[in-house]
């Protein structure tokens, strides 16, 4: 059974960071396509960012981009998300997913507020 457990999310001033987890199990992490999506209330499910098997190729959405860095420890089986000077429009639900699976775990709630 395919499981995603995301975790370190929480309230943050506006400049402020988090890192994001997402263990997972049931599946060859270390042959995953693996990715971050997020979603803000009352707003549709958003890709953030992707990372490739071996972590050398990463992508991210423009409005994250050079604020945010994606890795991940295949020894691990765990995917990180590193949030750096966060803004309100950051705040939402954040996800991993594997790509190619519809499977998601309960995701994390990020909020930036002053």
């Known amino acids: 059974e395919v499981q995603l457990v995301e975790s370190g999310g929480g309230s943050v001033q506006p400049g402020g960071s988090l890192r994001l987890s997402c263990a997972t199990s049931?599946?060859?992490?270390?042959?995953?396509?693996m990715a971050w999506f997020r979603q803000a209330p009352g707003k549709r499910v958003e890709w953030v960012s992707n990372i490739n098997p071996d972590g050398g190729t990463t992508n991210y959405a423009a409005s994250v981009k050079g604020r945010f860095t994606i890795s991940r420890d295949n020894a691990k089986n765990t995917v990180y998300l590193q949030l750096n000077s966060l803004k309100v429009e950051d705040t939402g639900v954040y996800y991993c997913?594997?790509?190619?699976?519809?499977?998601r775990g309960q995701g994390t709630q990020v909020t930036v507020s002053s």
């Open positions: 997913q594997k790509l190619g699976l519809a499977t």
């Open positions: 049931g599946f060859a992490f270390s042959d995953a396509h």
